[in-house]
């Protein structure tokens, strides 16, 4: 994979754990296939790992793009599941009673 792509990609994007930035050593191409490359990222100031896909031919498409019209945009997702959240759902499955499968839409029964 083209390092000036990856750059462009992971330039902007820094690690959930720690919020370090990733670096050119973070970045290690696992397969690539025609259309596919699976990537892992590694912090390296925490090392946690993350895992990518990218499907599509990774080729530069408009050379006039800047690194920042490229750039992954990073979002806020939802807080981190806490042992409240697993308490609950635990509670919730203890709970249901011999008719749980009332709430599965019927489409999806034949799959049981």
């Given at each position: ?23 050119e050593?973070?970045?290690f191409?696992l ?23 990218l ?18 945009q ?39």
């Amino acid at each position: 994979m083209n390092k000036k792509i990856v750059d462009m990609l992971f330039s902007d994007m820094c690690c959930s754990e720690c919020k370090a930035d990733f670096t050119e050593d973070s970045v290690f191409v696992l397969r690539k296939e025609k259309n596919l490359n699976v990537l892992q990222i590694v912090c390296q100031n925490c090392g946690k790992t993350f895992g990518i896909a990218l499907l599509g031919g990774c080729i530069e498409k408009d050379k006039n793009l800047s690194s920042e019209d490229m750039a992954l945009q990073i979002q806020d997702g939802p807080d981190a599941i806490c042992y409240d959240d697993v308490i609950d759902a635990h509670n919730f499955f203890k709970n249901l009673d011999e008719n749980w499968q009332k709430y599965i839409p019927e489409n999806l029964k034949k799959n049981l």
